[in-house]
Each structure stands twice: as structure tokens, then as C-alpha cells.
């Protein structure tokens, strides 16, 4: 079955665009889903590089990408999806810091909104299932990052009035020898 390039939703081919975010669809343009998720890796690599764009720019076009990211609805599927997602979640996750929080926030925060959603749409599938229940415990377990993103947040504001006051300091003194 071939897949949407943008977002992922199926395609049948009787279509001209993608039903699910409207992208034009080309026949030579088709994918399998493992192919796609590698092609959305690599677009997020080539849109986290690019030159003359501010973090804020890029960090916008990269959250919204990950936010279209189309939902499958069978189980091999949303398994290749779940560990691409946790994976991605885990390296901006375990890897936030005050020196990173504003260039990275929005994008940790989009990995984390769509691992909710597949995990709510794996909980109404059969949670006898073995591979099922490891996915939603994986995908559960990322909430742990949002306890990292306040950490990171107030770091940010501690390291910027710790600077605040160095500077006050050092403009006081400035201004005390040029006294003497
Ligand atoms: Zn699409």
C-alpha cells in the first residue's frame, strides 16, 4: 500500500490529492510507510539545517510537520510509527536544557501531543495484545519529558536573571571607578 509523502495516510491512487491534509498526490511521488517514515526523518534533517532561517522559523515548520503526521490505523503500521516517534520524543527529551529550550520546545511539544494521539488509538485496540501494550507503555512513558521541558524553562529564566544581575553589578562598578 502506498502512503501520502507529506503525511502518511494511504493512498489508493484514485485520488489527485491526499484526502487527509490535501498535499497533490503524483504517481511517481508514492511510498511504502517504512520508506516514508525515513523520508519524514530525513525532511526534518534537511529543514533543521537550513541556512538564513531563524530557530523560531524552524522550529515552527518542523512542529507542524510533525503535527500533520497522519495516524495509520493498523496495528504494523502504528508500531513503525510509535517507535519513530518515541525515538525522536527520547533525543530532544532527554537532551533539553535552559541552553536549548527555546529553540527546541515546540518540537518536543508536537512529538508529545502525537504520541498521546496514538496512544489513545492503540488503547482501543486489543490490550491483550503483547506488542500493543509495550507500545502504549513506551509512548506513555514520554510524559516524563515534560517534567524535563519546566525544568529546562526555569533553568532558562535562572541563568538570564543570574546574568541580569552580573551585568548590574559590573555596570556598578563601572560606574564607581570612573568616579575615582
Ligand atoms: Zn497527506
Known sequence: MSVCPKCGAPEDGSHLKCEFCGNPISTENTFNYETFLKQFGDKMIIIASKKGESDEDIQTALASIITQLYIPSDKKHLLLLTSFVVGSAQTIGSSISYM?????????????????????????????????AQAVTLLDGLEKYRENLQ??????????????MILAVCLFIIKFVSKI
Open 100 to 132: 536549548n529550550v527555546s529553540s527546541q520546545s515546540k518540537i518536543l511539544i508536537a512529538w508529545l501531543g502525537k504520541s498521546i494521539e496514538i496512544s489513545t488509538k492503540l488503547k482501543l485496540m486489543s490490550r491483550g495484545d503483547p506488542q500493543i
Open 151 to 164: 525544568k529546562a524553562w526555569s533553568g532558562l529564566w535562572k541563568f538570564l536573571i543570574a546574568m541580569g
